[in-house]
């Protein structure tokens, strides 16, 4: 969750900043950053941690995926629709609010 929530965070500062320049470097940094788990990865790694990183990397790739997706389509505003329509984590007072388009 601490994963999406950051990816969230920093996808919203991105598009409020730079617009879609931004999500297009960011993009580039999650495929960097990806690449660096995936070797981390190939390397020796005792069993928990390698089962640990496994499901990082999936929601990594879908999360590199998604911002490629949103930067070749134009997107350049927190308030498109194509990021709206994301699941997105934002910490709250209370917990976790999960928001997708305008539900909570």
């Known amino acids: 969750t601490v994963t999406v929530m ?11 900043k730079t617009g879609n320049a931004g999500l297009r470097e960011y993009g580039k940094k999650c495929a960097d950053d990806l690449d660096e788990v995936v070797k981390l990865v190939r390397g020796d790694l005792p069993k928990l941690t390698r089962k ?5 990397i999936v929601m990594d790739v879908h999360a590199r995926d998604v911002i490629i997706k949103m930067a070749e389509d134009g997107i350049c505003q927190p308030t498109d629709f ?8 934002y910490p709250s007072e209370d917990g976790i609010r999960v928001r997708m388009v305008s539900t909570e």
């Open 82 to 89: 194509d990021w709206l329509a994301q699941l997105r984590y």
């Open 52 to 56: 640990t990183l496994a499901p990082l």
């Open 6 to 16: 950051m990816w969230t965070r920093d996808v919203d500062e991105v598009l409020r």
